[in-house]
């Protein structure tokens, strides 16, 4: 996602760089390079027409500042049009006063809206919430089953309208009619009941906006009044993003939108331009079908990410929750006194790798849009490997590689199902590795 607009604005942006001063013929020739990046990302139109002749003007009267050369300062101007595009502040939910806390789900099928159901179920939990999802779509078929599924994939509660398949086997709670109105009033209903204290409100889509769609939305926001109603939208559906979100925010009135399928290949305009046309923040993003592909959306990181300036918050968010201080702390004291083990070298990976898939977390330094053919080159079925092979070794070989002959290599070998090649490459390059940082660390004075 975005990476082609972010090449592009990059080499935009890196083409005023080493220039003391910059024309007016320098400050054009750029927003028109930055105004074809966007359009070619399916940002809309007004949108681009906005952003641009903002960009112009402050680029045309900013001051020379002491501190930023012009090209910085046209970077540093763009990075804040882009995150007042984006949303500006990040917004967080805005809970009920008295719980239940109702969300209500809007948006086309296939947006999303039931895997969303249960990531921001997770999230919720996470948090110290107790959720309740609450499945309304009861026009797609098995839309309620995987409503189901993904709440016990979160490990929480579902109201569903079949008996015997909702909460704690309390499945006969008067839902009788299959009406996607009463499912949302009586899952509320509910919710207050047992003292759940947000309900996610599951609704039904169409493949395209339809009157019915809309006033079936209608009806559900007139019966549950909803603290939130989060149009889901699929980033990846480019230029028919406006239709679809002014239909939803005009039919049913929109409070969020949480974009989805992030971790497609789309350009990227349904993100930009879909602020703009609601007037209404984007809060959630979600990058992959997995529960835990979900986050809180920051303009602010987001345009940072999109100038190729990384996400060096959010890397270190991901760090500080996996991120055992302790052990780092022993590892390297062992780095230094040239102690470091193959054992330790297994706990420092597998703690790096719970923050996620490597790629994705290169993906957040600085620069990492330059870096994008030696990313892809990153591989997580590579460390699995390695993995495999280190688990492969007894605790002796793992504590001592030295004692690593030839009859165990090809034992380890066998073991881990890979060739004696590569457990020799790894038992070399740990020798390396550990050579090379017990000496940086001896120089760092560590
Ligand atoms: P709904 O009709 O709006 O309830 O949409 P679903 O929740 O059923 O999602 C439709 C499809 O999109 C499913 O196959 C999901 O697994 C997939 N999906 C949902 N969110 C994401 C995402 O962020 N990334 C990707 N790659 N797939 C997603």
């Given amino acids: 996602m975005f990476e082609s607009l972010s090449d592009r604005l990059t080499r935009a942006l890196t083409d005023l760089r080493g220039k003391g001063r910059l024309s007016d013929a320098d400050i054009d020739r750029t927003a028109r390079e930055i105004r074809l990046a966007l359009l070619d990302a399916d940002v809309s139109l007004p949108v681009v027409r906005g952003f641009i002749s903002r960009v112009k003007e402050r680029a045309k009267g900013a001051e020379v500042s002491g501190a930023l050369n012009p090209a910085q300062q046209i970077v540093k101007i763009v990075n804040e049009e882009l995150v007042d595009v984006l949303g500006g502040e990040t917004r967080r939910i805005s809970y009920a006063k008295t719980p239940p806390t109702v969300i209500m789900l809007a948006g086309l099928q296939g947006a999303g809206k039931t895997t969303l159901a249960g990531k921001l179920g997770a999230w919720l939990k996470k948090q110290g919430h107790t959720p309740l999802l609450v499945a309304a779509d009861l026009q797609r078929p098995g839309a309620v089953s995987q409503l189901q599924i993904v709440g016990e994939r979160a490990g929480v509660a579902v109201y569903a309208p079949h008996p015997g398949t ?12 299959a009406d996607p109105i009463d499912v949302a009033r009586d899952g509320v209903a509910m919710a207050e009941d ?10 039904a889509g169409r493949l395209g906006v339809d009157a019915e769609l809309m006033a079936q939305a209608a009806g559900i926001r007139d019966a549950v009044s909803p ?14 993003a406006v239709g679809t979100a002014e239909a939803f925010s005009q039919g049913v009135g929109i409070t969020g939108v949480v974009l989805t399928k992030l971790d497609g290949d789309a350009r990227g305009g349904a ?3 879909v602020r703009d046309i609601t007037g209404v923040p984007i809060m959630f993003a979600s990058s992959g079908e997995k ?10 990181r987001m345009a940072s990410r999109i100038l190729g ?3 060096v918050l959010s890397l270190i968010e991901q760090a500080e929750e996996h991120w055992d201080a302790q052990q780092a702390e022993a590892t390297a004291a062992k780095i230094t006194q040239g102690d470091l083990t193959l054992e330790d070298f297994l706990e420092q990976m597998l703690m790096i790798r719970k923050m996620g898939p490597i790629g994705n977390l290169l993906g957040m330094l600085p620069g990492a849009g330059q870096m994008k053919d030696a990313l892809s080159q990153v591989d997580d079925k590579q460390l699995d490997r390695v993995q495999a092979i280190i688990r492969g070794m007894t605790p002796a070989e793992r504590a001592d590689p030295k004692i690593i002959n ?9 073991g881990s199902g890979v060739t004696v090649t590569e457990v020799n490459q790894l ?10 940082m017990s000496q940086m660390a001896g120089r760092m004075g560590m």
């Fill in 166 to 177: 909702s909460v704690g086997g309390e499945g006969e709670l008067g839902v009788s009619a």
């Fill in 427 to 436: 038992v070399d390059r740990f020798f390396d590795a550990k050579k090379m």
């Fill in 194 to 203: 047992k003292q759940y204290d947000v309900v996610i409100v599951d609704t």
């Fill in 309 to 311: 300036m990384g996400d």
């Fill in 291 to 300: 529960l835990e592909d979900f986050d809180v959306f920051h303009p602010d």
């Fill in 406 to 414: 030839a009859s165990r290599r090809l034992r380890i070998a066998n």
């Fill in 227 to 240: 603290d939130e109603v989060l149009f889901v939208l699929d980033a990846m559906i480019g230029q028919d």
């Fill in 271 to 273: 993100a930009l331009s």
